[in-house]
């Protein structure tokens, strides 16, 4: 392309501090270094981790940055020593980066990777080697990836390459919330055939877990939130029954172990919410159930009674729904194009970039599933 080589401006929402409205500035996208692509975004959807970083979870630094780590694009130019990639190809982003060398890549049982961007910054969440300028100010990129811009740089190592017809206002939202929530139901949890689940929190990663479970072959899944507006879609996805834990006197714990004669079999935890996360666990049947936490927090501890886990019940943790981002993002791209799964139902507005605040608000107050911002008309 014309622009290889050479610096790109270019619009991106930059997020000059905590707990601020992010700004639409021009930006300055230098060419990527050995190693490195630069994609031309075209899509991206916003995800709670987005709102989490900027309004609630009080770390100071890590700004200015460019926020978005859920979006799919096209490559416009690559570094040296890049090979597995090529201008014009078809790209997901990934905030966790697939090296194949390291003892986490090589591992099965890990969709970790040593050299991933959050393996030294997570603190912070934004990677401090930065393509990005703006009034003479380095950018930081959130993520290592930074989707709310037209143009990003990125390592080889944390991009998927998908299929060429993939439609890429859809398959961004695989880069992370409906991969999360699908994947910790499947991978994680392992929701076996016949099983009874319950989903706590039924945003996008959520809905997603749903999916997942239904697509396993549970009998009975529990959607659980506090906003009944979100049961009509949880149903669509799989959901058998949707509970609402406020219109109960007992804890929603209680509640769920009258409904399925001693606790469900399977429980994924999608909100963030270290109280939840208990709830979650002690919702579960003793003997085997297991609880998976999906939801991300990092401000308070979680706890419960040992007799929780001593009777048989197995707490775990999941992120990107444990899938290996650069080898099973384009089979998940695969899925969705043969109806496998859905993507569709998931998305509840299309924005431009210039209203990502809006986007924002709306995930804020609950009136969305999923905003997808189109970053470009092609």
Not at 293 to 301: A, E, F
Not at 342 to 352: A, G, Q
Request: proline fraction near 3%.
């Amino acid at each position: 392309m014309a622009t290889a080589g050479k610096v790109i401006k270019c619009q991106a929402a930059v997020a000059w501090e905590y707990n601020a409205p992010l700004v639409i500035e021009e930006i300055e996208v230098a060419p990527p270094q050995e190693n490195e692509i630069r994609i031309k975004v075209i899509a991206t959807g916003v995800c709670h981790t987005d709102l989490y970083y900027l309004y609630e979870g009080k770390h100071k630094a890590g700004f200015p940055a460019v926020l978005g780590h859920e979006g799919a694009g096209i490559v416009e130019s690559v570094g040296p020593g890049v090979t597995e990639f090529k201008p014009g190809d078809k790209v997901i982003p990934l905030f966790i980066s697939r090296c194949h060398e390291c003892r986490f890549c090589k591992n099965p049982k890990s969709n970790q990777c040593e050299y991933n961007w959050s393996s030294q910054k997570s603190a912070v969440m934004c990677d401090t080697d930065s393509r990005f300028t703006c009034r003479g100010k380095v950018i930081l990129q959130f993520m290592g990836t930074s989707t709310f811009s037209e143009y990003t740089v990125m390592n080889q190592m944390a991009v998927a390459k998908i299929h060429d017809d993939a439609r890429l206002d859809r398959v961004c939202l695989l880069g992370c919330g409906i991969s999360t929530g699908y994947g910790a139901a499947i991978n994680t949890a392992k929701v076996e055939p016949g099983s009874v689940c319950a989903v706590f929190g039924l945003g996008a990663v959520g809905l997603a877990a749903v999916m997942g479970c239904k697509n396993a072959g549970a009998s009975r899944i529990i959607a659980v939130d506090i906003n009944e507006k979100k049961f009509e879609k949880a149903k669509i996805l799989g959901a058998t029954d949707c509970v609402n834990p406020k219109a109960h006197t007992k804890p929603i714990n209680e509640v769920l172990a009258g409904m399925t004669n001693g606790g469900v079999d399977f429980s994924l935890e999608c909100v963030g919410n270290v109280g939840v996360m208990r709830s979650a666990l002690e919702s579960c049947v003793k003997g085997w159930g297991v609880s998976v936490l999906v939801g991300w927090t990092d401000l308070s501890d979680i706890s419960t009674r040992p007799i929780q886990l001593l009777t048989g019940r197995t707490w775990k943790g999941s992120s990107f729904g444990g899938f290996k981002g650069k080898d099973d993002v384009p089979k998940l791209v695969l899925d969705y194009m043969s109806g496998h799964i859905k993507l569709d139902e998931f998305v509840t507005h299309t924005m431009k970039l210039d209203q990502v605040n809006d986007a924002i608000h709306l995930m804020k107050t609950g009136g969305c599933v999923r905003t997808v911002l189109n970053l470009s008309s092609k």
